[in-house]
């Protein structure tokens, strides 16, 4: 049961950047999946960050994309999100996510299947 | 960009009542690329539907989807406790990432 872990500091300074590091367990980072970042400003709905491939593939959000790396530690099992100049508006609930492709013959489904608990990042001096 | 409005922005039910949540897209959006999510306080978002109208594992039968182009359905058939919660759909776009509606919640009337 593949399962993640959110990790990094709760709280950056405005103007700084924002790290957080996702652990896979229970199953590996190089197999055929995706892996998403989503964030989740306090009291609104879900955002989607970008997305990162075991070969060092990305995708990012067209609105975050110029202050967003996500990168892939295969060694460690685990992939990380850098978000740079961050406000206030940065401070939010950020979670890791599994990206699933499935194909049954006549169709690819995607979605997001596992999740991880989410960690709470604040931006404030 | 694929917008995605879900609508009511509150559904006010009671326990045993039927629930049904829409998600409208701004264009057509394939079936199999539509997926909705249960969201607890506190918790991570939780799969429940994908390509439109497969439940997930484990996921119990009173939740069903239904839908095609635009416009898609969740339905709860009967209300348990446990389902008063926030409701997502999402949309993955092959050249444009994966998009969220803002969320329908489910508040106990």
């Known amino acids: 049961q593949v399962q993640l872990q959110e990790s990094g500091p709760g709280l950056v300074k405005p103007s700084g950047t924002l790290s957080l590091t996702c652990a896979v367990s229970?199953?590996?980072?190089?197999?055929?999946?995706?892996w998403s970042w989503v964030r989740q400003p306090p009291g609104k709905g879900l955002e989607w960050i970008g997305e990162?491939?075991?070969?060092?593939?990305?995708n990012y959000n067209p609105s975050l994309k110029s202050r967003v790396t996500i990168s892939v530690d295969k060694s460690k099992n685990q992939f990380s999100l850098k978000l740079s100049s961050v406000t206030a508006a940065d401070t939010a609930v950020y979670y890791c996510?599994?990206?699933?492709?499935?194909?049954?013959?006549?169709?690819?489904?995607?979605?997001?299947?596992?999740w991880g608990k989410g960690t709470t990042v604040t931006v404030s001096s | 960009e694929i917008v995605l409005t879900q609508s009511p922005g509150t559904l006010s039910l009671s326990p045993g009542e039927r629930a049904t949540l829409s998600c409208r897209a701004s264009?057509?959006?394939?079936?199999?690329?539509l997926a909705w999510y249960q969201q607890k306080p506190g918790q991570a978002p939780r799969l429940l539907i994908y390509?439109?109208?497969s439940r997930a594992t484990g996921i119990p039968d009173r939740f069903s989807g239904s839908g095609s182009g635009t416009d898609f359905t969740l339905t709860i058939s009967r209300l348990e406790p446990e389902d008063f919660a926030v409701y997502y759909c999402?949309?993955?776009?092959?050249?444009?990432?994966?998009?969220f509606g803002q969320g329908t919640k489910v508040e106990i009337k």
């Open positions: 996510a599994r990206d699933r492709e499935d194909y049954d013959g006549y169709y690819y489904y995607y979605y997001m299947d596992v």
């Open positions: 229970g199953g590996s980072i190089s197999s055929s999946n995706w």
């Open positions: 990162i491939y075991h070969s060092g593939s990305t």
């Open positions: 264009q057509s959006v394939s079936s199999s690329y």
């Open positions: 390509g439109a109208s």
């Open positions: 999402q949309q993955y776009g092959s050249s444009t990432g994966w998009t």
